[in-house]
């Protein structure tokens, strides 16, 4: 997943969470209070205190004394967002195959996509994705808002 971080100067730190060290997700999972599992859940759901542990974690490499309790993201509604990336969407795409039933597989997973496509970093990994799994016919371009 990444988590990125833009501030009212328009650039933007992002931060995958596939670079994050051991102890780095350790002091996350410290940080926020549940295991690596409900952090990236909670990723998932946009939780702030999740974005804000990674954020956090990263930037402790250059500064050692950041302490969490005081680390703040003002205006974390318009500035912090997490997305998936490829792997994240296969793992997707690979639990809904293996839970549909054959006769409504196609549908499963086309409830799926505008969420997939939402969540998603990069959009075109979610059709990669479905051509990778047989299902390219299922491959649309819907209007799906940025946020």
Partial sequence: MIVT?????????????????AIESASIEEAVGASWREVEDRLRAQDPT??????????KRDQADLVFSTFDV?????????????????DVLDN???????????????AMLPHLRKLAHDRAD????????????LVKAPAVSED
């Fill in 74 to 90: 003002p205006g974390w509604r318009r500035r912090l967002k997490v997305r998936i990336e490829r792997p994240e969407i296969d």
């Fill in 96 to 110: 809904i195959l293996a839970e549909a039933l054959a006769a409504s597989e196609d549908a499963a997973i086309d």
């Fill in 126 to 137: 979610v059709d990669a994705a479905l051509a990778a799994l047989g299902k390219g016919h």
């Fill in 50 to 59: 999740a974005m804000r542990a990674v954020l956090w974690a990263v930037r």
């Fill in 5 to 21: 971080y833009e501030p009212a100067d328009g650039t933007a730190e992002q931060v995958s969470t596939d670079d994050l060290s």
